[in-house]
């Protein structure tokens, strides 16, 4: 995975330090569930800095070539517990503006959903 970082950020080292920074923190840490703000703070930022290169590391992290990371939503349900689902529901419900979990039209129902990382499967093992 790390030939594959460097391969691909070889000429924008500010991006490949930032999915190397990631990659070690996902790789030592024991927790399933990384908000961006606790990544954030575990490689050096400040939960309010946004460097585009920070995202791009992310976005990379995420997909096929150094799949590192797993995107997951949940869903705030009426008791204020967070509830799983899947990217599909995320998606239908902020566009229909139908709570996945009711079923009842919810305007705000965006405002219920949240992303979190967790390691990949490639990376557990």
Known sequence: MISAIDSAWADQPEIRSYCLAILDHVDGSTSSYITLSMLKRAIGLAPSEAPREFAAAVQYLLGDSAPALELKFEIVDPRGTPVPITGEEAMAATR????????????NVADLISTYLIPSKFLRG
């Open 96 to 107: 229909e503006k139908i709570n996945p979990l009711t079923g009842d039209i919810q305007e």
